[in-house]
């Protein structure tokens, strides 16, 4: 992995953001906006949000986020971003039949989980439910462990069997088939007639972008992991806003 703010990484954005037709795309909580314990008061600092904003007037810029749109939308606060939620399942891209289903299938889960509901919350699980999926909240617990094993023995009772996204303190279940984040970025891709991206993001449910065989996308993961998939990396959170500057300046270069 590159650094992406040393000399070589600085290259490989040059080349993306040159690209008349680039896209660029990032997740939201832990790479846009700093991860805090309570995922409500998650906000754009007003350095990245202006940074973001100045992007997205130069370039088609989106937002490709686990939460969903209606969470997400007003978190960008007048952005012009293209929006996509619940890890790539909700968005421009999706059909009426696939939300449908999805919709379907988490409201079956949720009555099943809600029998778990007191063991679940003696261990400190809060469980979101975000219409096309359900997220297992367990950063407040008191032990992380039990709290663990409380959200798998309550999953492993779901039907059909949901795919599995562990992040940060968080457990996503995600009813199963062939949409993810990766996917996402390819339809819009395909939509907006982009022949480049950059993507950025820092957790599990990003590896989706990370390991597509797509030369194409340049992907940047927040937090330097032997076993991703990323091409480059930031060191930590609070450089995504050096990084949307330098996208922006490496910009201006070019067009």
């Not at 993306?16 to 990032?26: M, P, S």
């Not at 904003?53 to 007048?78: E, K, M, Y």
Request: hydrophobic share 40%.
């Amino acid at each position: 992995m590159q650094y992406a703010l040393r000399a070589p990484g600085k290259r490989i954005l040059d080349r993306v953001a040159g690209r008349e037709a680039v896209l660029f795309a990032f997740d939201f909580d832990g790479t846009l906006a700093r991860i805090v314990q309570d995922r409500h008061a998650a906000t754009l600092a007003q350095p990245v949000h202006d940074a973001l904003h100045a992007l997205a007037l130069q370039a088609p810029t989106a937002i490709i986020s686990g939460r969903s749109l209606a969470d997400l939308r007003p978190r960008l606060d007048g952005i012009p971003a293209h929006l996509v939620g619940n890890h790539g399942l909700e968005g421009l891209h999706t059909s009426e039949r696939v939300m449908h289903q999805a919709r379907d299938c988490c409201r079956a889960w949720l009555k099943t989980v809600l029998r778990d509901e007191s063991s679940l919350t003696k261990a400190g699980v809060v469980v979101e439910d975000k219409t096309y999926s359900l997220t297992f909240h367990y950063r407040q617990a008191c032990s992380p462990p039990d709290a663990r094993e409380a959200i798998f023995h309550s999953v492993a009772t779901l039907s059909p069997a949901p795919r599995l996204v562990l992040g940060k303190s968080v457990v996503n279940a995600i009813p199963p088939g062939n949409l993810h984040k990766g996917t996402a970025i390819l339809e819009l891709m395909h939509q907006l007639n982009s022949s480049a991206a950059l993507y950025v993001g820092d957790d599990d449910t990003d590896e989706d972008v990370f390991s597509l065989p797509d030369e194409r996308i340049v992907t940047v993961r927040v937090g330097k992991k032997a076993t991703s998939a990323a091409e480059c990396y930031l060191e930590r959170q609070s450089q995504i806003g050096l990084l949307l500057e330098y996208l922006a300046q490496a910009r201006k270069r070019t067009t």
